[in-house]
Structures are given as C-alpha cells and as structure tokens.
C-alpha cells in the first residue's frame, strides 16, 4: 500500500457477505494467494482466526500478509472463473498449482470445404469441421493422419477448391500417387468425399478394415523379402493400433470419462501431490496422463482434487460427460455447474462405490501411488546431486552454506572480443535467470587477470549499487538482478584468478569466500584452491562432480558468448562504416562495382551513376576512402584486430575483396 497502512482487523470489519474472489499481497506488493469465497466476510476473517491445524504452509503464509483486497462477483461460479484467470496470470507462491500445461492433439476433418483434408490440431475451434479426439500421443495421431492420406489419396495442400483447380501444376504428391489430384480436375467431389468417408469410418471406430488391409501389405512386402517395406507398414499399423484402442475400460459403449486419482503422502506436508487421469473416448481407453501439484501443504486430498480439476478443465478444449473421482468435493454441485457451462451440456462428478466404475478410480489411484513412489526414489537421488553435493562442498571449505554459488570465466583468442561469463547455481542446480554476460571494455590484449578484474568489479559495484537503490525504497535485496551476492565464488583457475577476485572484493569492503577450481596437465577438474591450499576431492563423489559440471557450464556459455561476437565481426563489412550507407545503398554498391578495390578507385561521377546514391552520399563515399588515406590506414588498432580476426573479410566480401 502506498504510503497508507493498511489495518488488517479494521479492513476485516468492512468485507461484504457476497461471493467473491480476494487476493493476499506481502509488503513488497507480491501476490500470495489468490481464493475464492461464497461469503468473503466469513471466508478471509478464517485466516486471522488462532486456528491450530492449519498447516505450516498456511500459517507461514500468514505472516507474511500485509494486506488484502476483494473483487464481489454475482455468483460462486463467476468467483470460480475469475479465480481461476487470477491464478494463471499470477502464479502465487502459496496456490496449490499444476505443474503440467499439456495440450492434447485432436485429428480435424475439414468436412465444411468441397474437398476435406484431415488435419493436426491442437484446439477445438467452432469452424463446423469434425474433430476426433483428443488423443495423448501426437505422433501416433500424425502417422495416423499420414496413413490416411496415403490409403486413400487425401490431399494435404493449401489450395483453395474447387477455385484453383487447373490453375497450377499438381504437386509432388500427385505424381509419386500419394494423392489423388483433386487440383487437376481429375476426380470429382462426389468422388473425393467417398474417399474421406472411408476415412472418417476408420477415426469413428470401424478399423477392422484398415487394420486387415495394412496387415495384408506388410505380409506381401515381406514375402517380397521387401522388409524395409513391410517395416514401415508394420509401424503405421502400430500407430493405428495405438490411437483405436479396442480395450474396453467402461459398462456402456460409446461414453466419454475421465478417471482420476490421486496420491499424496500425509506425513509430509511439502511433498507434491500426483494425479493419475485415464482418458476414455467413445468407450475406449486411449491414454493416460499423470500430472504434478504443488503446494499441497495443508490441503486434503479432495482439496487438492478441487484444485487440479479447475486448472486442468480450464485449459483442455475438451469435457467429458462423465468425471469419476474417488471422494466427494465440497464444491461437486459448483464444479458441475461450471463444467456444463463450458461444455454446453451437462456433466456429472461421481464418486463410484462398487462395480467396474469403482475398480476403474482405484486403478488410476494406485498408478498415482506407484508414480509417487518412484518419484520419492527419483527426488532423493537428484537430491544427492544436488543439495547433497552442495553440503559436501560447504564441509569441505569448513563453509555454514554454500547454497548459491557463482562461477566466472574469461573467453578470447589472442585477446580478441574479450568476453566474460557469470553462471550461477542455487542449490546445486543452475539457475539461468541469473546468468550474465560481459563485454570487456578496458582491455583489447590478452590479459585474463585484467579482465577478470573488470568483471567481477562490475559485477559487485552494480550490486552494491542496486543493494543502496533497493534499501532507500525499504525493498528487499531479492528485487535486483545483482543484489543476490553468493555464499562461494568459484574461479575458473587456481591461485591468480583467486587472489584477483579477494582483491577486488577487499577494495569494495565484501567478504566472500573465494575458491578456485583448479584442472590438471589434461584440462580436468582436479581439486580446488582455497584459502592459499589446494584441497583434493573424491572424484567419486558428488561434490566434484559437481564442480566439474559448474565449470563446464562456466567454460561454455563463455565460448558461447564469445563465439557469437566473432560471427558478428565476419559479417562486418567496409561499407558499414560509411555514414548515410544502409543496406539498400549497401546492396547498390555492390551491384555496381565487383570488388571494394573497384569501389575505392571510382571517382564520384562513377559514384553518382549508381541507382539510388545521391550526389551527397557519392561525394561521402569518396571522401571516406581518399580524405585521410585508405580505410586501412585509418583504422584503429581495435578496429584493426577486429578486422584481422575475422579474416579481413566483410559481409558480401570475399577473401580476395570481391563481392561475388
């Protein structure tokens, strides 16, 4: 709040008893959590209630609250909707989230023009075409399109029909008989759309066809001892197979369901939850997903489910008719009041307590569990890469943290385009949001130590800098993109790079342990310098493994960085220097005359002849090569290294001066 303060228990006393959304902000203005009420009066005053059993997720939230604010809705249903657009363009750090954003493929039939094509797509437009779907696997679906259009000759081109028949030549598809010409006028409408009805038997369900068919072709291919044949038929008939699944997973043919279950573990409440979704088209089963929430801390599983089930069905261009869950929600009747608003007819939650349906929820509950298991093994062997490793370095270095650790490296050939990198890694993983790159200002030559002292006095001067600006405005260091100083600098060296970065951190009054990563006689991590020894690690260990991974990040995304200067300086042509020559004057030039030799001997009345350079421009021409002698007397020695590095060779400029 701007230079108000913000009374909490006052602000409490004015919430209306109306349905609505409210939004938690901390002191910095940030989102925390963003919910929905049928009574905001009743449901934001819970939050500042003493009320044990909350959960710690919950109550650290609290505290952290400054003040709040409200929008009134007419309805829960509208608060539902406007809860769910907050939370997508937010984010909160404290709303359980799904960590997915899938879409799902569909196959379109574009029924609505005079020849249809069958197509990819990612959404359900209203556009009066036919879609199938959707499906979990895309490439299936495309090989699935691809079968189509070669069994029954479909086209897949762009050309508008019947207006462009005969205009053009038929494409490549026609003559290789991978289509059946529609453009040329060779098969009428009538034809063509029994050729599509064929196909759209087969996406309905009536495959038996096709399958037989492709099954015949692979056969006779291989009896042909034609096997590269037979195994290209052998993988679209697997494809085919894969999107008409022919396992019946419901009582009733041709329903639309979606199954789910969920897993989550109670003793601890920081773990993500997972969420096992079966997919059921017409009565079959044709995929299935697992999906990530996190911050479920305290929230029950039916919570949890509430939650899921409004981000995913917000985003996914197609509902079911049917949901099966395994428990009830609170806001069930709400949750199918807006899900049959958005499908246009009704839809039901249900929660089966015996037969198929039943067994059906508690085996997508039990792929939840197991893909919950197998995370917890997963997690706790990246957590030995990760933050294991990082605790080993600190214990190592006799360090309390070394959580955020910041690696630097110098990049030049022969001191050309000096470059420098900061890559920085929190909790053993790399965080790119924070790496930086450095153009070397005071240095033209090879000199690493002169470099690395620019960068890292840069560096740490911009921080202090930020650090001053955020305090004046009582913000916290976390807002700045250099405020952030590290627990551990890592150098790529040994005892000079080390002794440069302590110097500089001395001249700005900032203590931060330095340590270099020192390589062997072949460019390998060996061990690292610290506080005047070099201390050897395990290479069996995860610490240095780690190091080793931080200093090839260092080592690449300098090269990196560097390499991408050296490409800019060879596309760097002598015209680019001439005041007023853009590239169409450029491009004028270098039609006129074949070499820049040609170009610098022309006098300005050659100079004027060309299309599109003025008598000014002709007249700045000539005066930039001859005035003070030729470019290449008057280049600087930056510009002259620039030059020699990049072959003395400009953009549309041979090796040998010529333009050609």
Sequence with gaps: MDGMKFDIQEELKKLPKKPGVYIMHDKNDVILYVGKAKILHNRVRSYFRANVGRGPAIDQMIRQIEWFEYIVTDSELEALVLENNLIKEHRPKYNTMLVDDKTYPYIKVTVNEDFPRILFSRVQKKDRAKYYGPFTSSLAVRDTIELLNRMYGLRDCRRVLPRDIGKERPCLNYHMNRCCGPCSGKITAQEYRQRVGLATEFLSGNYDLIIKDLTGRMM?????????????????????????????????????????????????????????????????????????????????????????????????????????????????????????????????????????????????????????????????????????????????????????????????????????SM????????????????????????????????????????????????EEKNLDHEFGSFTRFPDLLLMDGGRGQVNICLQVLSELGITIPVAGMVKDDNHRTRGLYYNNVEIPIDTRGEAFKLI?????????????????????????????????????????????????????????????????????????????????????????????QRTSAAGEQGAGENGDGSFE
């Design 220 to 420: 006779k291919a291989s009896e042909e001892m034609n096997f590269e044949e037979a195994a290209r038929w052998r993988d679209l008939l697997n494809s085919v197979k894969q999107v008409s699944q022919r396992q019946k997973m419901s009582e009733g043919a041709g329903e639309d369901k979606d199954i789910l279950g969920i897993a989550t573990e109670p003793e601890n409440a920081d773990t993500d939850a997972v969420i096992q979704t079966f997919f059921i088209r017409d009565g079959r089963l044709i995929g299935r997903e697992h999906f990530y929430m996190t911050h479920v801390g305290g929230k029950t599983t039916a919570e949890v489910m509430s939650d899921f089930m409004k981000q995913f069905y917000a985003g996914t261009p197609f509902i079911p008719r049917t949901i099966m869950i395994p428990e009830e929600l609170d806001d069930r009747e709400l949750l199918e009041q807006w899900l049959s608003q958005k499908k246009e007819t009704k839809v039901q939650i249900l929660v089966p307590q015996r037969g198929q349906k039943e067994k059906l929820v508690t085996l997508a509950q039990e792929n939840a569990a197991l893909i919950l298991s197998k995370d917890k093994e997963r997690l706790r062997r990246e957590e030995g890469r990760t933050i294991g490793a990082v605790k080993e370095i600190a214990s190592l270095l006799k360090l309390d943290k070394a959580d955020r650790m910041e690696s630097y490296d110098i990049s030049n050939i022969s001191g050309f385009a000096n470059v420098g």
């Design 423 to 470: 890559v920085v890694y929190e909790k053993g993983k790399p965080k790119r949001s924070d790496y930086r790159k450095f153009r070397i200002k005071t240095m033209a030559g090879p000199d690493d130590y002169a470099c690395m002292k620019e960068v890292l006095t840069r560096r740490f001067t911009h921080g202090l800098e930020e650090r001053k600006e955020l």
């Design 548 to 640: 080793t991974r931080i200093q090839d990040e260092t080592h690449r995304f300098a090269i990196e960085y560097h390499r991408s200067l050296r490409g800019k300086a060879q596309v760097h042509s002598r015209l680019d220097d001439i005041p007023g020559i853009g590239p169409a004057r450029k491009k004028a030039l270098m039609k006129a005359f074949s070499s820049i030799s040609d170009l610098m001997e022309a006098d300005i009345d050659a100079l004027r002849q060309v299309p599109g350079i003025p008598e000014k421009e002709a007249v700045m021409i000539w005066n930039f090569f001859h005035e003070e002698g030729t470019m290449e007397q008057t280049e600087s020695p930056e510009q002259t």
